[in-house]
C-alpha cells in the first residue's frame, strides 16, 4: 500500500514540476531493471521444479519477491516478443508477427531488413519524462538498419547487437553480425567477440554482465534513476559459456549457460545491497519466449509439463519464467496466479515511475503493482484480452500466425486454439479485442 501512495506522490510531483512549481525533498523514482532471456523455458529454474536444482540466486531471488507461473509472453519469437515488451502492445499492432516474410520483424538472416516504426512509443522514451537514464545491454533485435537503432527510440547507451549470434559467416555474401557500444561498432561475432561452436565457449555473458554493474554504479553515483534492459542471449542456440562454467552443469552446455546467468543474475542483485538501493530498484526477470525445442536437448531448455516450445502458441512456446523483486515493497516468498503477460511489463514500469500509458493508441499491457503489492487480481478488461471472459483477472489473448502455430486464447484453466488467424482484421472496439479465426 505504501509502495502504490508512493506512485501517486510521485505524479504529482510530476505534475508540480512540469508546471514549475518547486518541489523540495521530491522522492526519486525507483530504478527499473528488466532481466529478459532468451528461449529460457518455464521449467529451467528449480524454482520452478528443474531436477538438478542449479539455480540457487535466481531461486532465492524468487524467495524474496514473487513468482508468477501463469506469466505468458506475447508471441513465441524474438522480435515479436521484445516489440511487445517495449510497447506494452500486441505485436501485430506495430507489425512485428511470427511470419517473416511480409512482417517489420528484424530477424536473422539480415535480409530481412524490418525494424521498429518510429510511430511506436518504446519505454525508454516515456520514461525520459521521469528523469530516467536508460541503457540497453544484449540483444535488441529491433532492426538492425539505422533507423531502427536502440538510441533512436529512446535508449540513453547500447552494448550489444542487432540481431543474434548466429554465425560464423563467410564475410562475402553475408558479414559476421556486428556489435554496437552506443553508435560506434565494436566488432562482430566470431572475430573480436568470438564463439567457439566446438566447446561453447564465449565470454559474452561475462562482458554483458560488467556492461550492467558498471552502468548501474554511474547512475547511482550520479543519483539518476535508471531503467536497464538487460536483454542476453547465452541460452539461445548456438548456446555459450565462459570457461569456468563450461562443464559444470547436469544438463550440458546449456545447462552450463544457465547457470553463468544465474551467477550474473546474483552479482547484480549483489551489487544493488551494496550500493544500498535495492528497496529502490525494481527488477523482473522472464523470458521472450519458450525453450526452442528444436535445439534440444543439448542446446535447448525445458519447458517443463508443457506442450510444444517457442514458434507454438502451445504453452510451452508461451508461458515464461517470472519472478518480480523489490525488497521492502513487494513480499517475500509469494506465488501470485495472476495471469501476466510481458506487455505488462510496459504499464508497469510506468505506473512505478509515476507515468501514464499513453491515450493515443491501445495500450494491452496491465500495471500488475496491485498484484504484486497487495496480492489483488487486476482486472483485465482491456484490449490485448480475450472477449466477453467469465473471470475478467485471468484471460489473455496467444496471438502468432504461421503453418506451425495457430492463435489461441487463455480463459482461466483453459486455452482455446484457433485454426488459423486473418492478422489484418484485428480490431479492438470499446475496449475489448475481436479476433476473426478463419475456417
Given at each position: 500500500?505504501a509502495?502504490?501512495a508512493?506512485?501517486?506522490?510521485?505524479r504529482?510531483?510530476?505534475?508540480?514540476?512540469a508546471?514549475?512549481?518547486?518541489v523540495t525533498?521530491a522522492?526519486?523514482?525507483?530504478?527499473?531493471?528488466?532481466?529478459?532471456m532468451?528461449d529460457m523455458?518455464?521449467?529451467?529454474l528449480?524454482v520452478?521444479g528443474?531436477?538438478s536444482?542449479?539455480?540457487?540466486?535466481l531461486?532465492r531471488?524468487?524467495a524474496e519477491?514473487m513468482?508468477?507461473p501463469n506469466?505468458?509472453?506475447?508471441?513465441?519469437l524474438?522480435?515479436?516478443?521484445?516489440?511487445?515488451?517495449l510497447?506494452?502492445?500486441?505485436?501485430i499492432?506495430?507489425?512485428f508477427?511470427?511470419?517473416?516474410?511480409?512482417?517489420?520483424?528484424?530477424y536473422?538472416p539480415?535480409?530481412?531488413?524490418?525494424?521498429?516504426p518510429?510511430?511506436?512509443l518504446l519505454?525508454p522514451?516515456l520514461l525520459?519524462e521521469?528523469?530516467y537514464?536508460s541503457?540497453?545491454v544484449g540483444k535488441?533485435h529491433?532492426?538492425?538498419r539505422?533507423?531502427?537503432h536502440?538510441?533512436k527510440?529512446?535508449f540513453?547507451?547500447?552494448?550489444?547487437?542487432?540481431?543474434?549470434?548466429?554465425?560464423?559467416?563467410?564475410?562475402?555474401a553475408?558479414?559476421?553480425?556486428?556489435?554496437?557500444r552506443d553508435w560506434?561498432m565494436?566488432?562482430?561475432?566470431?572475430?573480436?567477440?568470438?564463439?567457439n561452436?566446438?566447446t561453447g565457449?564465449a565470454n559474452?555473458?561475462?562482458?554483458y554482465?560488467q556492461e550492467a554493474l558498471?552502468?548501474?554504479k554511474?547512475?547511482?553515483?550520479?543519483?539518476?534513476?535508471f531503467?536497464l534492459?538487460?536483454?542476453?542471449?547465452?541460452?539461445?542456440?548456438p548456446?555459450?559459456a565462459?570457461?569456468p562454467?563450461l562443464?559444470?552443469?547436469q544438463?550440458g552446455?546449456?545447462g552450463d549457460?544457465?547457470?553463468?546467468?544465474?551467477?550474473?543474475?546474483?552479482?547484480?542483485?549483489?551489487?544493488?545491497r551494496d550500493?544500498?538501493?535495492?528497496?529502490?530498484?525494481?527488477?523482473f526477470?522472464?523470458s521472450?519466449?519458450?525453450?526452442a525445442?528444436i535445439?534440444?536437448p543439448?542446446?535447448?531448455g525445458?519447458n517443463?509439463?508443457?506442450?510444444?516450445?517457442?514458434?507454438?502458441?502451445?504453452e510451452g512456446?508461451?508461458r515464461?519464467p517470472?519472478i518480480a523483486?523489490?525488497?521492502?515493497?513487494?513480499?517475500?516468498?509469494?506465488?501470485?496466479?495472476q495471469?501476466?503477460s510481458i506487455?505488462?511489463l510496459?504499464?508497469t514500469?510506468?505506473?512505478?515511475?509515476?507515468?501514464?500509458?499513453p491515450?493515443?493508441?491501445?495500450i494491452?499491457?496491465?500495471d500488475l503493482?496491485?498484484?504484486?503489492l497487495q496480492?489483488?487480481l487486476?482486472?483485465?478488461?482491456t484490449?490485448?484480452r480475450?472477449?466477453?471472459a467469465?473471470a475478467?483477472?485471468?484471460d489473455?489473448?496467444?496471438f502468432c500466425s504461421?503453418?506451425m502455430?495457430?492463435?489461441?486464447?487463455?480463459?482461466?484453466?483453459?486455452?482455446?486454439?484457433?485454426?488459423r488467424?486473418?492478422q489484418?482484421?484485428?480490431?479492438?472496439?470499446?475496449?475489448r479485442?475481436?479476433?476473426s479465426?478463419?475456417?
Amino acid at each position: 500500500m505504501a509502495a502504490v501512495a508512493a506512485a501517486t506522490r510521485w505524479r504529482l510531483l510530476l505534475v508540480l514540476s512540469a508546471a514549475g512549481l518547486g518541489v523540495t525533498g521530491a522522492p526519486q523514482p525507483p530504478n527499473i531493471l528488466l532481466l529478459l532471456m532468451d528461449d529460457m523455458g518455464w521449467g529451467d529454474l528449480g524454482v520452478y521444479g528443474e531436477p538438478s536444482r542449479e539455480t540457487p540466486n535466481l531461486d532465492r531471488m524468487a524467495a524474496e519477491g514473487m513468482l508468477f507461473p501463469n506469466f505468458y509472453t506475447a508471441n513465441p519469437l524474438c522480435s515479436p516478443s521484445r516489440a511487445a515488451l517495449l510497447t506494452g502492445r500486441l505485436p501485430i499492432r506495430s507489425g512485428f508477427y511470427t511470419t517473416n516474410g511480409h512482417a517489420r520483424n528484424a530477424y536473422t538472416p539480415q535480409e530481412i531488413v524490418g525494424g521498429i516504426p518510429d510511430s511506436e512509443l518504446l519505454l525508454p522514451e516515456l520514461l525520459k519524462e521521469a528523469g530516467y537514464t536508460s541503457k540497453i545491454v544484449g540483444k535488441w533485435h529491433l532492426g538492425h538498419r539505422p533507423q531502427f537503432h536502440p538510441l533512436k527510440h529512446g535508449f540513453d547507451e547500447w552494448f550489444g547487437s542487432p540481431n543474434c549470434h548466429f554465425g560464423p559467416y563467410d564475410n562475402k555474401a553475408r558479414p559476421n553480425i556486428p556489435v554496437y557500444r552506443d553508435w560506434e561498432m565494436v566488432g562482430r561475432f566470431y572475430e573480436e567477440f568470438p564463439i567457439n561452436l566446438k566447446t561453447g565457449e564465449a565470454n559474452l555473458t561475462q562482458i554483458y554482465l560488467q556492461e550492467a554493474l558498471d552502468f548501474i554504479k554511474r547512475q547511482q553515483a550520479a543519483h539518476r534513476p535508471f531503467f536497464l534492459h538487460w536483454a542476453i542471449d547465452a541460452t539461445h542456440a548456438p548456446v555459450y559459456a565462459s570457461r569456468p562454467f563450461l562443464g559444470t552443469s547436469q544438463r550440458g552446455r546449456y545447462g552450463d549457460a544457465v547457470r553463468e546467468i544465474d551467477d550474473s543474475v546474483g552479482k547484480i542483485l549483489h551489487l544493488l545491497r551494496d550500493l544500498s538501493i535495492a528497496e529502490n530498484t525494481f527488477v523482473f526477470f522472464t523470458s521472450d519466449n519458450g525453450a526452442a525445442l528444436i535445439s534440444a536437448p543439448r542446446q535447448g531448455g525445458s519447458n517443463g509439463p508443457f506442450l510444444c516450445g517457442k514458434q507454438t502458441t502451445f504453452e510451452g512456446g508461451m508461458r515464461e519464467p517470472a519472478i518480480a523483486w523489490w525488497p521492502g515493497h513487494i513480499p517475500a516468498g509469494q506465488v501470485s496466479h495472476q495471469l501476466g503477460s510481458i506487455m505488462d511489463l510496459f504499464t508497469t514500469s510506468l505506473s512505478l515511475a509515476g507515468l501514464e500509458p499513453p491515450r493515443d493508441r491501445a495500450i494491452d499491457g496491465l500495471d500488475l503493482l496491485p498484484t504484486m503489492l497487495q496480492g489483488r487480481l487486476t482486472d483485465s478488461s482491456t484490449p490485448g484480452r480475450c472477449p466477453e471472459a467469465v473471470a475478467p483477472a485471468q484471460d489473455l489473448l496467444l496471438f502468432c500466425s504461421n503453418k506451425m502455430s495457430f492463435p489461441g486464447c487463455r480463459e482461466g484453466a483453459w486455452t482455446l486454439k484457433g485454426v488459423r488467424c486473418n492478422q489484418s482484421r484485428l480490431t479492438a472496439r470499446s475496449g475489448r479485442l475481436t479476433v476473426s479465426f478463419l475456417s
